[in-house]
């Protein structure tokens, strides 16, 4: 063998070896690699962490392995996707308005995504779709509440709030109160008390927002107002100067015809002046004995009462005694005075004061009769019987009655001597007939006893109606007192003023014949 050949084997031996080494490396590297993949899987399926697998590296189920990758997957979507899904924090509401008013309602939703869309529903009627409404009485808000305009009767139900594609819904439900509304001055005062001051003037309004057309009425303490105040003038209800005929209950009614109309109330209070009186101007009484003037007033606050005499206040003492009492829903003062004698005669002033005002009543103690009170008037056909009551602690002597007929200028007079004395008092009764033609009649009496005459009474009115006798008619006309009129004492005794008259129609007759002769004489001698 050559040289030649050897060296080009020894050459060729030399690669093989180097190619040799150098696979057995790579193998080694792809073994190692593939043992360090091998122990990663092992890894994921096989775990020797005991907090991992329990306490003995158990094989882990396969449902664990699948939620892993859902979660993989879940991380993989959009943010939108992953957020909770919306709701209400209150999915139920109710509300409660009036008539006129506009009503708010609130779709409160949370989470609300860019895919969502609300909308809203009127029972199962949609009105309203996102910004987009299907019903002119409503409207949709940037924030998604709903807006009813002008509330009716009519709007009153279920609405709802409904997210999509969830379908969750918030509902609400509203009612419409129909009540009767009361403003005084500019002021809801439905059901409220109130205070008027005296003189003030006031301005109600009773307010009904229906679609039904009714008629309001007004009432005060169940009369109708019309005959209380100023005007009333459909719902609106005036009064131009408060006094205490306006206290009391004040009802407004709608008039619908049903058993139960819609209605309110309220309850004004009248403050005001005392106001005084009293029944006796006149107070009767005798040397020695004693005298009780009244003074009876109302006043809103209570008020203070004080008795004076000649600009003099009285106090309590040997001569002067106060009382307090109530009569007949009235405050009542009583002045007693003691021992009368001359010096007590004459005027007393009973003054009652509040922050309002005052008020103030005068009283007059005499020894003469008071003032004649008519009891009662009994008209039978042309008869008239007349009674009236005398206070008077001496006995009367005499009674006076006037009379007239309408239009007249001159009283007729009656004396009425013979009156009747009550037991165990000392008040008098005088009853006296008279016969009168028809017409409207005044009358008026007065008394005397044994100091002196009383004053006379207030003038009283009747009427006699007409029988259907023409020959009444022409005295009617003139206003002049009949001719033939009689008058006659319920006790005995004639009429003065009657017979007269009488006496008087018999001359004018007389006369009228005698110179009817003398006419008739006259023109027999010409002829």
Not at 245 to 262: K, N, V
């Amino acid at each position: 063998m050559s040289s030649t050949t050897t060296r080009t084997l020894l050459f060729t031996l030399f690669i093989a070896t180097f190619c040799l080494q150098l696979s057995t490396e790579v193998s080694a590297e792809v073994k190692a690699a593939t043992a360090s993949n091998s122990d990663y899987a092992r890894d994921d399926y096989y775990y020797d962490d005991a907090e991992a697998d329990g306490k003995d590296g158990k094989k882990v189920e396969e449902d664990d392995y699948e939620d892993d990758a859902v979660d993989e997957k879940e991380q993989m979507r959009p943010a939108e996707l992953r957020a909770a899904p919306p709701y209400f924090v209150d999915p139920e509401e109710e509300i409660f308005t009036r008539p006129g008013e506009d009503v708010v309602i609130d779709c409160a939703v949370r989470n609300l995504q860019t895919n969502n869309v609300l909308m809203w529903y009127k029972g199962k009627v949609v009105i309203a779709t996102g910004q987009f409404v299907m019903d002119p009485n409503v409207d949709v808000l940037k924030n998604n509440s709903l807006i009813i305009k002008n509330v009716a009767a009519k709007d009153a139900g279920d609405y709802y709030c409904e997210v999509l594609p969830e379908k969750i819904r918030m509902h609400a439900f509203v009612e419409v109160d129909e009540t009767i509304m009361i403003y005084c001055d500019g002021n809801e005062v439905t059901n409220r008390s109130l205070v008027f001051r005296q003189g003030e003037p006031h301005h109600c309004e009773c307010k009904f927002n229906s679609l039904e057309n009714v008629q309001i009425k007004w009432f005060i303490d169940g009369k109708r107002a019309e005959t209380m105040v100023e005007r009333v003038l459909g719902d609106q209800l005036y009064i131009d100067n408060v006094d205490t005929i306006h206290g009391g209950i004040y009802q407004c009614l709608a008039d619908d015809r049903s058993q139960e109309p819609p209605h309110a109330m309220i309850v004004v209070e009248v403050v005001y002046a005392p106001k005084v009186s009293t029944h006796r101007h006149y107070v009767n009484t005798e040397l020695g004995s004693h005298a009780e003037l009244y003074c009876d007033y109302n006043a809103n606050p209570h008020g203070e009462v004080n008795w004076f005499r000649k600009d003099r206040m009285l106090k309590p003492s040997y001569k002067y005694k106060f009382n307090a009492v109530m009569h007949n829903a009235r405050n009542r003062s009583i002045l007693t005075i003691l021992d009368v004698n001359a010096n007590d005669l004459g005027e007393y002033s009973c003054w009652v004061k509040n922050n309002i005002g005052s008020g103030e009543a005068n009283v007059h103690v005499i020894y003469e009769p008071e003032h004649p009170q008519l009891e009662g008037i009994e008209i039978n056909g042309k008869k008239v019987t007349l009674q009236w009551l005398v206070r008077s602690v001496q006995p009367l002597s005499e009674a006076v009655l006037d009379y007239k007929l309408a239009g007249s200028y001159t009283w007729s007079k009656v004396s009425v001597v013979h009156t009747h004395r009550h037991p165990e008092s000392h008040i008098w009764k005088v009853i006296h007939e008279i016969e009168l033609t028809p017409g409207s009649w005044h009358v008026r009496m007065r008394a005397k006893n044994t100091v002196g005459w009383s004053k006379f009474s207030a003038q009283h009115d009747f009427v006699i109606k007409d029988d259907g006798n023409d020959d009444y008619e022409d005295d009617l006309d003139t206003g002049k007192a009949p001719h033939n009129m009689i008058a006659v004492a319920s006790f005995g005794g004639g009429s003065k003023s009657a017979n007269s008259s009488a006496a008087a129609s018999i001359s004018q007759t007389l006369v009228g014949v005698l110179f009817c002769c003398l006419i008739y004489m006259l023109m027999k001698v010409r002829v």
